[in-house]
């Protein structure tokens, strides 16, 4: 029987349990969209590339704006660009509508308002959790309108349709629609031994699960197996997935697996890891509760490589 660590409560995977009914059905109406939008209930978030604008207030501040005091924010030269539905909360409509990041960054100057990126929001806990997953979707599909603006068919202008949640072209009538970017991210194990890895970029002393984009073509399972084989060199059987989360940097989900390592022989390519090492059980138990004698530790709760730790280190019994 594999000893099981008390690491205290459990923390909120970042940007999940979402309480919008995307109402989907309602995209394809634009005389709708636009009695939504008068609605006295609706709200709007203003985005601005990384950075989100929001009413300061304790303990939380709200990213939730009316219309007409957006309208009043930004008007003139600093003008409000795409709008796209997100959905309602309960019967309330909500939205997400983008300005210019240097519009964003003037809006600073307001004392009533903080700007400030998502990542940020969400780490220091500076939003109610219910308003995360909203803004992930916002934030996601506004940057995915940032970057195609142009049909990727002909080259012509392409122009929002679908309440945001479509670009068509003009010139040749080809459709795009907003993707997703599938990324795995996994904990290779080999008894009671996990193996972690570390970018350049990482918190001095932390380290976290290895992760990579799934290519076309390639299952979840081919993935976890071939992006664990080039970056350290170890061979993996079983795969077992374990959950996925939203990860709007800019417009990934991140699918989090448990693997079965069947060497143990590190080749670390460090074009991709600063480092790779193997971890005991209880020296990873040590990392997460900041306990560890180097001072080392694993990553922040919000994220998912968090949870796919935790969860090997308090299962009864081993994975594989």
Not at 99 to 105: F, G, L
Request: charged share 25%.
């Amino acid at each position: 029987m594999t000893a099981r660590f008390d690491l205290g409560v459990k923390p909120y995977l970042g940007f999940t349990d979402s309480v919008l009914d995307r109402a989907a059905e309602l995209r394809h109406d634009p005389a709708g969209m636009a009695a939504m939008a008068a609605d006295p209930r609706a709200r709007t978030f203003l985005i601005a590339g990384e950075l989100v604008c929001l009413h300061k207030g304790e303990p939380f501040n709200d990213p939730a704006f009316t219309f007409a005091q957006a309208a009043a924010l930004v008007s003139g030269p600093d003008r409000l660009h795409e709008q796209v539905f997100l959905g309602r909360n309960g019967e309330a409509p909500l939205f997400a509508v983008a300005i210019d990041p240097e519009t964003a960054k003037r809006l600073r100057d307001q004392s009533a308002l903080l700007v400030t990126d998502l990542r940020s929001l969400a780490t220091g806990s500076l939003v109610e959790r219910e308003h995360l997953p909203s803004l992930a979707e916002a934030k996601s599909l506004l940057g995915w309108h940032m970057r195609h603006r142009f049909c990727s068919n002909c080259g012509a202008p392409t122009r929002p349709a679908q309440a945001g949640w479509r670009r068509d072209c003009a010139a040749c009538g080809a459709e795009h629609f907003p993707r997703t970017d599938p990324v795995v991210i996994m904990l290779a194990i080999n008894g009671e031994q996990c193996l972690l890895g570390r970018q350049a970029r990482f918190a001095r002393g932390m380290w976290s699960c290895l992760a990579g984009f799934v290519e076309p073509g390639e299952t979840i399972e081919d993935a976890v197996r071939r992006e664990t084989l080039e970056e350290v060199g170890i061979v993996c059987g079983r795969v077992s997935y374990f959950a996925s989360q939203p990860w709007p940097f800019p417009m990934s989900l991140m699918i989090g697996c448990h693997a079965e390592a069947l060497t143990t022989e590190l080749k670390v390519d460090h074009s991709e890891l600063e480092d790779a090492r193997w971890f005991a059980r209880d020296e990873v138990a040590a990392m997460m509760l900041r306990r560890h004698p180097d001072g080392l530790t694993a990553t922040h709760p919000f994220a998912i490589a968090h949870h796919i730790i935790r969860a090997w280190l308090e299962a009864e019994q081993g994975l594989f």
